[in-house]
């Protein structure tokens, strides 16, 4: 009996008929063999044969087609939102990965500024590793290379919001 009981109230919760939230309480607590009130027992004895009718074989055979059939059509609808693919679409990524380039190589470009600051906390001789940028380039004689490329970086960060603003209007307009 508990058993036909958790599958009619599985029918009632996919049919979307009676109190959901009551219903899925009704179903945990069946499901843990707690025993249910009278309360609960008199709801569940009116709603059962008012949505899903006598539990006769080929009637409920019969409902629980109707609610597969109700659960396949929203797969349906779900499966044609997800394909279609309108609106914007957003590639986190690519500009996570270019902020955090563009803050690491502002760092090292902005050193004369920044080890002001942070020289009361680091020491004199680890100071320079906390700039491995401007490390690399003092090895290579290629001082100027860090400011050329973080304004490199800098530059196109308007294009490249100028781009998505673009994409983004022209999904509106779909």
């Known amino acids: ?29 069946l499901q843990k063999g707690r025993p249910l009130p009278d309360s609960d027992q008199n709801y569940l004895k009116m709603m ?8 006769e074989p080929d009637l409920y055979k019969k409902n629980v087609e109707a609610a597969l059939e109700k659960m396949h059509d929203q797969i349906k609808q779900l499966d044609e939102k997800i394909g279609s693919k ?17 803050v690491f190589v502002g760092w ?42 973080f304004l490199v970086l800098a530059i196109s960060w308007p294009f490249i919001g100028a781009i998505h603003l673009a994409k983004f209007i022209a999904s509106r307009k779909r």
């Open 86 to 102: 309108k609106g914007f679409e957003k590639y986190v990524g690519r500009k996570a990965v270019l902020f955090f380039v563009t």
């Open 48 to 55: 059962i044969p008012i949505y899903l009718g006598s539990q």
């Open 108 to 149: 090292n470009a902005f050193q004369s500024y920044i080890q002001h600051v942070i020289s009361y906390y680091v020491k004199p001789d680890l100071l320079q590793y906390v700039f491995p940028l401007n490390l690399a380039a003092g090895y290579l004689n290629y001082g100027q290379i860090v400011w050329f490329g």
């Open 1 to 29: 009996m508990s058993e036909d009981l958790i599958g009619a109230i599985q029918q009632l919760l996919i049919l979307g008929k009676g109190d959901q939230g009551r219903l899925e309480y009704l179903l945990e607590s």
